[in-house]
């Protein structure tokens, strides 16, 4: 029989007892970046999923791009992670933290008035998150080439933490317009160094981020995420579909895990089409997508070996309960897209499950 939303599946070390993973969302509520109470009873609500993937977390200072962001590099961070780690683990669960760095898509105000870094001094369309509401995105200032090993330490650094913090593994962003993505894309990196111009030259930090992770808490724990059509935060690429089939048979050689690819565009222009089944056979771990599935459209592409997992993003949100909902075909409840970001247990731990009722 083929497998389903609901068979079984190996991921490194850990058995899963289902598919369906929980998507990375970032929620704005981890005051001074460390992670809270709060957000240990909303992982443990949403425990019964195969695999949580955290918000994102950043990985320095410098990574932060929004306000109330937790981080994953302190101890005092390492400290509120604890609670949701163990919260998930005594409810059978798994969580993975994602690892963060927004690079260009942030804003002065978050960096004493210093510039957010990125691969080239270019400035995104669009505005900033940030603690006094939407600001312009400002030109980006372009990292030196000396800088570069720094933030391959400072992951490295993010992965021991997690780690340290109870986590089963890491996924590294790479992206949504975020720093491994504007350096992977030739819309938002024009170097002319070893870390642009050419495929390998573009994926050379990523895959020195990915070599460094997997080094420090082995590769059974980790995956990488990528977006190849995503036009979110004023991304473009000329060529997607080779850039995205060479990244995915590179990483393959470091051996991470999985590779989560989200298959749709969350906002922006969208550039030349990309078979993802292309990426896929590419990679020899397991493959998680994610982008607007259900549960119909989740067992097909299950069933058809085209997809390991499936990671929900917005039903997870509204459905603490999403596995049991789809188990009975229930309805699921509408996301309330005000409390999305920031704010408190209210469109967060309030969500009801089909046995509140
Ligand atoms: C509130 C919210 C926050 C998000 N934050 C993140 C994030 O921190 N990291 C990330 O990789 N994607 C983030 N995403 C994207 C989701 O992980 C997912 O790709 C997207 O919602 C599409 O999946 P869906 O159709 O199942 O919701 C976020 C999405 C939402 C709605």
Redesign the pocket.
């Known amino acids: 029989m083929n497998n389903n939303l609901f068979s079984p599946v190996t991921l490194g070390l850990m058995s899963l007892a289902n598919r369906m993973a929980m998507?990375?969302?970032?929620?704005n509520r981890a005051p001074e970046g460390i992670p809270t109470a709060l957000m240990a009873e909303y992982y443990a609500q949403r425990a019964e999923a195969g695999l949580i993937i955290t918000?994102?977390a950043q990985i320095s200072e410098q990574a932060v791009g929004y306000p109330a962001t937790p981080g994953i590099y302190s101890e005092e961070q390492v400290e509120g992670w604890k609670q949701i780690t163990s919260a998930v683990h005594d409810r059978g669960g798994h969580i993975f933290v994602?690892l963060?760095h927004c690079g260009r898509v942030s804003h002065p105000d978050f960096h004493g008035g210093a510039l957010p870094v990125a691969p080239s001094a270019i400035k995104p369309a669009g505005q900033a998150c940030t603690y006094t509401g939407l600001q312009d995105f400002v030109t980006p200032r372009a990292l030196e080439f000396r800088e570069i090993p720094e933030i391959v330490e400072q992951y490295r650094h993010a992965a021991a933490m997690a780690i340290k913090a109870g986590f089963d593994g890491v996924e590294i962003?790479s992206?949504?317009g975020y720093l491994l993505d504007q350096f992977l894309r030739d819309g938002s990196n024009q170097r002319s160094d070893a870390y642009g111009g050419s495929l390998a030259n573009r994926a050379r930090l990523l895959l020195e981020v990915t070599g460094a992770v997997c080094d420090e808490i082995g590769a059974d724990r980790v995956g990488v995420?990528i977006s190849p059509v995503n036009g979110f935060n004023d991304m473009h690429d000329s060529n997607p579909q080779a850039l995205f089939n060479h990244v995915a048979a590179a990483l393959s050689e470091l051996k991470p895990v999985f590779l989560h690819v989200?298959e749709?565009s969350?906002a922006g222009e969208v550039d030349d089409a990309v078979n993802m089944q292309q990426i896929r056979d590419r990679f020899n771990g397991l493959y998680i997508a994610?982008?607007?599935?259900d549960k119909v459209r989740g067992n097909a592409v299950i069933a058809s070996e085209a997809a390991d997992m499936v990671?929900?993003?917005?039903?997870y949100?509204a459905n603490p309960d999403l596995i049991e909902r789809f188990r009975r075909d229930a309805s699921l409840n509408t996301p309330d897209m005000a409390t999305?970001?920031g704010g408190d247990a209210h469109g967060y731990t309030d969500y009801p499950a089909l046995d509140d009722a």
């Open positions: 998507a990375p969302m970032t929620r918000e994102g994602q963060w962003h992206a949504n995420r989200v749709v969350m994610n982008g607007g599935y990671a929900y993003g917005i039903p949100l999305f970001y």
